[in-house]
């Protein structure tokens, strides 16, 4: 049964950078099958998408934050990592990892949509 | 970008109610759409992906429809659990959007 776990500070400060982990358990998080990806929930508010990251490294970005947002993945620890960087009041949410099934390939491009997530973490920006 | 438009954005509704929520592209996404469901203080879950395949162990009353740039889902006989709130998500592009969601309340 696969398990995904968020992990990282519940607090950071204005400016400062977020980072958080996914530890992937019950599965292969270096298997040709899956992407794995960041979204985030504000408060009260609806999902939005972060980023996305193979296994071998290749990333997608959310454009509206992608100057700030770093996604990498271990295969050799089963895990991915996020970092958002300047953070304000704003990125106050909670996070939530998920793996990218991808049912079809098409001109290079992969289909998939996010059939496991993890429970999610709340992370809050203040001082 | 590729935006998600849902409607209604509130809902109520009785046990035994057929539903349907509706989920508008800003621009034609084929069949690449994911229907969630998510209660407070949960993780969503998958219920409809490529428009209209049913997830695993979803319950069959649960249906998606729809193609290019309008889809629905429909819960045919709403039951107690599922009051919930409800998104839409496409995957046509490398950039994933989600639709502002529906929250289904008991009438």
């Known amino acids: 049964q696969l398990q995904l776990q968020e992990s990282g500070p519940g607090l950071v400060k204005p400016s400062e950078t977020l980072s958080l982990t996914c530890t992937v358990s019950?599965?292969?998080?270096?298997?040709?099958?899956?992407?794995w990806g960041w979204i985030r929930q504000p408060p009260g508010k609806g999902l939005e998408w972060i980023g996305s990251?193979?296994?071998?490294?290749?990333?997608y970005y959310n454009p509206s934050l992608k100057s700030r947002v770093s996604i990498s993945v271990d295969t050799s620890k089963i895990l991915f990592s996020l970092k958002l960087s300047s953070v304000t009041a704003a990125d106050t949410a909670v996070y939530f990892c998920?793996?990218?099934?991808?049912?079809?390939?098409?001109?290079?491009?992969?289909?998939?949509?996010?059939?496991?997530w993890g429970q999610g973490t709340l992370v809050t920006v203040s001082s | 970008d590729i935006q998600m438009t849902q409607s209604p954005s509130t809902l109520s509704a009785s046990v035994g109610d057929r539903v349907t929520i509706t989920c508008r592209a800003s621009q034609s996404i084929s069949t690449w759409l994911a229907w969630y469901q998510q209660k407070p203080g949960k993780a969503p879950k998958v219920l409809i992906y490529?428009?209209?395949s049913l997830e695993s162990g979803v319950p069959s009353r649960f249906s998606g429809s729809g193609s290019g740039t309008e889809f629905t889902l429909t819960i045919s006989s709403l039951q107690p659990d599922d009051f919930a709130t409800y998104y839409c998500?496409?995957?046509?592009?490398?950039?994933?959007?989600f639709g502002q969601g529906t929250k289904v309340e008991i009438k």
């Open positions: 019950g599965g292969s998080i270096s298997s040709s099958s899956y992407y």
């Open positions: 998920a793996r990218g099934l991808i049912t079809n390939y098409y001109d290079s491009s992969a289909y998939y949509y996010f059939d496991s």
């Open positions: 490529k428009a209209s």
């Open positions: 990251v193979y296994y071998s490294g290749s990333t």
């Open positions: 998500q496409q995957y046509n592009s490398y950039s994933r959007t």
